[in-house]
């Protein structure tokens, strides 16, 4: 699992945050978003939700069908907190932690690969249901 190991920062308390990944589970929807959690091991809590999308903000613009890139497509690309997600007054700061970890290929990367994996895994579940009927 990811997780940032805070240690004498200024703003954040030390510890160490999981970041746990979650996806839309709507088969019939691509949108190439990921959700990260951010919980805190010695709270044992969630303490922000964050919303990135992989893709390009043409991407995202087409996506919505808008005319031009505004607030809302820029929160979909973002990462941005999630307005519905719980959040945590150390929620902004985390988020300037997890988009610089977001910068790093590799964990991209593994982010695509979930959501590959999981959307396998939705279908293959939605397929079993399908003949149980
Ligand atoms: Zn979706």
Request: charged share 25%; with cysteine.
């Amino acid at each position: 699992m990811s997780s940032i190991t805070v240690h004498r920062h200024s703003q954040l308390p030390s510890d160490k945050y999981a970041l746990i990944d979650s996806y839309c589970t709507d088969l019939d929807c691509d949108c190439r978003v990921v959700y990260i959690f951010v919980v805190s091991q010695s709270q044992q809590r969630q303490v922000a939700s964050i919303t990135f999308g992989w893709q390009s903000l043409e991407f995202f613009r087409k996506w919505m069908g808008a005319d031009e890139v505004d607030d809302m497509i820029r929160d979909l690309k973002g990462p941005a907190l999630m307005p519905m997600g719980p959040q945590s007054e150390f929620a902004p700061i985390l988020r300037e932690l997890v988009g610089e970890r977001l910068q790093e290929k590799a964990y991209v990367q593994l982010l695509k690969r979930h959501y590959k994996e999981f959307r396998k895994a939705l279908t293959a579940t939605k397929k079993k249901s399908d003949l149980s009927w």
